[in-house]
């Protein structure tokens, strides 16, 4: 073996004994728990009490007073527009007739609207919208089965199928 062999060992083992021996109490120190502790208490005090360099915060300038709110009463029914308007619940085609069979000369995609300004019955089909775009597009007939309508249809006028 050797000599960094056993002289690391002894050292180590040396260190450990130094440390365990070590007692918490320094020689003629006759101070009572007592007094350690208000020792500990005194600092803590002096802490809270320190100044230190920060600036002090800005002076918030209040706010005027906002003027009194009124209460507005809400409709309990909600208005219904003047012309009543459909809106496309998926892409639906715009006829030149109140039926599948006439051209499509154009498409309602989904979302967008339209005034209502005449109806039709199909007896093979049912309800066909006469729409007058709201946003771009070609006038023409919708299926009612692909649209939402809102609005009061009672003065909606009942219109003559065009020729084909």
């Known amino acids: 073996m050797t000599k960094a062999h056993i002289i ?3 050292a180590i083992f040396t260190l450990s004994l130094v440390s365990c021996g070590t007692d918490s109490t320094v020689p003629g120190d006759n101070r009572s728990s007592q007094d350690v502790l ?3 208490q005194a ?3 002096a ?3 320190a100044t230190f360099q920060t600036p002090p915060p800005t002076p918030i300038t209040p706010s005027p007073t906002p003027p009194a709110v009124t209460e507005t009463i809400a409709p309990t029914v ?3 527009p003047s012309t ?3 809106v496309a619940d998926y892409n639906a085609y715009v006829r030149s007739g109140p039926d599948e069979t006439y051209e499509s000369i154009d498409f309602l995609l989904q979302g967008q609207r339209a005034a209502i300004l005449g109806m039709f019955e199909n007896e093979l089909t049912g309800t066909w919208w006469y729409v007058d775009r709201i946003d771009e597009g070609k006038d023409g007939w919708v299926w009612s ?3 939402t309508v809102s609005g009061d249809l009672f003065s909606v006028p009942v219109l003559e199928a065009p020729p084909q």
Request: glycine share 10%.
């Open 84 to 86: 009543p308007i459909v």
């Open 43 to 45: 600092r803590a005090e």
């Open 78 to 80: 909600t208005p219904t």
């Open 145 to 147: 089965g692909a649209v």
């Open 38 to 40: 208000g020792t500990a």
């Open 8 to 10: 690391t060992p002894l």
């Open 47 to 49: 802490t809270r009490a």
